[in-house]
Nanobody, 115 residues
């Protein structure tokens, strides 16, 4: 059974930083492209950043230059370093594969950025 557990969210002031972690179990982590997604209140879930099994990354235009996705295959963990946070980054953040699989969605981790 696949389980993805996100952590590291919290309340931070604009301009601050957070580091999110996603621990994966029950998945052949090393061969899957993984991604961070987010969903703000009243909006659709969107892809924030993705990373392939060999480390190639893509970041959405809205976070490019501020967020960095990384993975540690030995620990089955994906990270999202978020710097220069803005109020519009407020959302629940999830990790999932690329493309996302319905049964992989976890509870997510709330990120709230105050102005």
């Amino acid at each position: 059974q696949v389980q993805l557990e996100e952590s590291g969210g919290g309340l931070v002031q604009a301009g601050g930083s957070l580091r999110l972690s996603c621990a994966a179990s029950g998945i052949i982590f090393s061969i899957n492209a993984m991604a961070w997604y987010r969903q703000a209140p009243g909006k659709q879930r969107e892809l924030v950043a993705s990373i392939t099994s060999y480390g190639s990354t893509i970041h959405s235009d809205s976070v490019k230059g501020r967020f960095t996705i990384a993975r540690d295959s030995a620990k089955n963990t994906v990270y999202l370093q978020m710097n220069s946070l803005k109020p519009e980054d407020t959302a629940v953040y999830y990790c999932n594969s690329v493309p996302p699989r319905q049964n992989y969605w976890g509870q997510g981790t709330q990120v709230t950025v105050s102005s």
